[in-house]
């Protein structure tokens, strides 16, 4: 079993940056795929990044690209998310996830485990 728990949520204004953490306690995820996903008011979970068991590999949604960056610790069981040039289409309470697998997942119900969320708020 893997809990995760996000952190790094908050307010911003347009243009900021936040980094966000998603540490996971239980077992250790250097076997695991990592993902980020965010869920703004009255819309569907969307995918935002996700990040293969070594990190090697990472492929971020086209609304993110170039703006957000995924990475992560394996020694510290802990995953990131950098958001730059934040606008208020980012806001919504973000999600990591994780899966033991080799593959590289975009899609919600593949992952195994979840976090309970941390909200961004982005004002113009």
């Known amino acids: 079993q893997v809990q995760l728990v996000e952190s790094g949520g908050g307010l911003a204004q347009a243009g900021d940056s936040l980094r966000l953490s998603c540490t996971a306690s239980?077992?250790?995820?250097?076997?695991?795929?990592m993902g980020w996903f965010r869920q703004a008011p009255g819309k569907e979970r969307e995918f935002v990044a996700t990040i293969n068991y070594s990190g090697t590999f990472t492929y971020l949604a086209a609304s993110v690209k170039g703006r957000f960056t995924v990475s992560r610790d394996n020694a510290k069981n802990t995953v990131y998310l950098q958001m730059d040039s934040l606008n208020p289409d980012d806001t919504a309470v973000y999600y990591c996830?994780?899966?033991?697998?080799?593959?590289?997942?975009?899609?919600?119900?593949?992952?195994?485990?979840w976090g309970q969320g941390t909200q961004v708020t982005v004002s113009s």
């Open positions: 996830a994780s899966r033991q697998t080799l593959q590289v997942i975009i899609t919600p119900r593949e992952y195994d485990y």
């Open positions: 239980g077992r250790s995820i250097a076997g695991h795929v």
